[in-house]
């Protein structure tokens, strides 16, 4: 699979990743497994849920972080921003994963009732990874774009 990390700073480069679904009529199945089905090795996985109505999560970007957001339950929207482009990716399946590379601004909205986001990154927590800036993050990518 494509290793993005240093060289990916568009929206286009995020990209809705298919699972493979075990149909069953006792209930389905779907699994991933690190690097065959998500671009890099899964270092820490976190859940967002109990989000109440009209609240939105994640308005930020990682400098170095790549993640892969599955909408494991219910449905809710990612806007994503590489301070050119912008698109919207509505996830409301758990066999869709949506690859959102680095230094891509990205926030979670539109939630439903009971959603539940999964979300596998890249690295550890660290909260120097964060840019909450958007002023900076656009300077930060118009920097990279023109090289
Ligand atoms: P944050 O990533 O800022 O949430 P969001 O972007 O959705 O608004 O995280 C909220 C809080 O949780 C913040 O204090 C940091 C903490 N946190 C961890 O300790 N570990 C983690 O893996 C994550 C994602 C957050």
Redesign the pocket.
């Known amino acids: 699979m494509l290793d993005l990390q240093n060289t990916s700073r568009s929206v286009y480069d995020a990209a809705i990743i298919q699972f493979p679904k075990i149909l069953d009529d006792r209930g389905n199945l779907t699994f991933i497994e690190a690097r065959r089905h998500i671009p890099f090795d899964i270092k820490?996985v976190?859940w967002?849920y109990d989000v109440p109505g009209g609240e939105s999560?994640?308005?930020?970007a990682y400098r170095e972080l790549q993640e892969v957001i599955v909408a494991l339950s219910g449905s809710f929207d990612v806007f994503l921003d590489d301070g050119l482009a912008q698109k919207t990716v509505s996830l409301n399946r758990a066999y869709y994963g949506l690859y959102v590379p680095n230094m891509i601004w990205r926030r979670?909205q539109h939630f439903s009732t009971n959603a539940v986001a999964l979300v596998l990154a890249s690295l550890p927590?660290d909260?120097n990874e964060?840019v909450k800036d958007y002023p900076n993050f656009k300077k930060m990518n118009q920097t990279q774009q023109r090289r």
């Open positions: 820490r976190y967002i999560r994640g308005s930020h979670m927590y909260a964060y």
